[in-house]
Nanobody
């Protein structure tokens, strides 16, 4: 079983920055991808960014150039650096860790961007 815990959310003004962290623990395989999703009130959960076990990254068009995903394999942790935040980035941000035989979600961390 793999546990996933997000942290780093909070309240920030538009144009500001936040850095989210997601730590995985438990029965991790040697190769796993790490993903960030978000869900705004009244909307479906959507993909934000992902990083493969080899370090390849992928971003939603809405965050390209503003968000950066990175991972520290030694710490089993993925980060999401969010810059130039917009009010529409307000959402609960979820981390997902996917390996060969598991897929685990965290509980989410709230990000609120005020105008």
């Amino acid at each position: 079983q793999v546990q996933v815990v997000e942290s780093g959310g909070g309240l920030v003004q538009a144009g500001g920055s936040l850095k989210l962290s997601c730590a995985a623990s438990g029965s991790l395989s040697s190769m796993y991808a790490m993903w960030w999703y978000r869900q705004a009130p009244g909307k479906q959960r959507e993909f934000v960014a992902a990083v493969s076990s080899g370090g390849t990254t992928n971003y939603a068009d809405s965050v390209k150039g503003r968000f950066t995903i990175s991972r520290d394999n030694a710490k089993h942790t993925v980060y999401l650096q969010m810059n130039s935040l917009l009010t529409e980035d307000t959402a609960v941000y979820y981390c997902r860790v996917v390996g060969g035989d598991f897929s685990s979600w965290g509980q989410g961390t709230q990000v609120t961007v005020s105008s």
